[in-house]
């Protein structure tokens, strides 16, 4: 009886074990951007992004910190679309080709603009910094 109740605790264990260290949104990388972090100046700038996935869309978009933008269902089937906030626009040009420009940083701290892409169950994100003014 004693080795029935430890064999059965050792099953326990390693399910608890082998469910704790996979996560989810644990898939492969299929959206492969071409560059994750970008400095821009105060002045304002703009960057094009590259990917070789072409099934991906925007998951949502936040400016330090603060959640700007929450997609609907229907814009993840679009190949492009535009998305235009008091200092960004975040363009999904085609099924390769994001554009993100940013206005001038008025402020006297930086600002962090984080524009995060979902494929499936992957989640990637672009991140731009951009001085003080």
């Known amino acids: ?17 082998y469910s704790c260290s996979r996560m989810d949104g ?3 990388d299929n959206i492969k ?3 994750k ?5 105060a002045l304002g700038d703009s960057v094009i992004v590259t990917t070789d996935g072409s099934w991906w869309w925007i998951n949502n978009i936040s400016v330090n910190d603060k959640y700007f933008y929450v997609p609907n269902d229907s814009i993840c089937e679009l190949d492009s679309y535009l998305i235009k906030h008091d ?10 080709t994001l554009f993100i420009k940013v206005d001038e940083n008025p402020l006297n701290e930086k600002r962090i603009i984080s524009v995060e892409l ?3 169950d992957y989640f990637d994100r672009v991140r731009i910094t951009q001085n003080a003014k």
């Open 26 to 28: 644990d898939w492969d």
């Open 118 to 120: 979902e494929a499936g």
């Open 33 to 35: 951007l071409s560059i």
């Open 1 to 17: 009886m004693r080795r029935t109740l430890n064999f059965g605790l050792l099953i326990v264990l390693l399910n608890i074990f």
């Open 87 to 96: 200092c960004f626009i975040v363009e999904r040009r085609d099924k390769h």
């Open 37 to 41: 972090n970008v400095e821009f100046s």
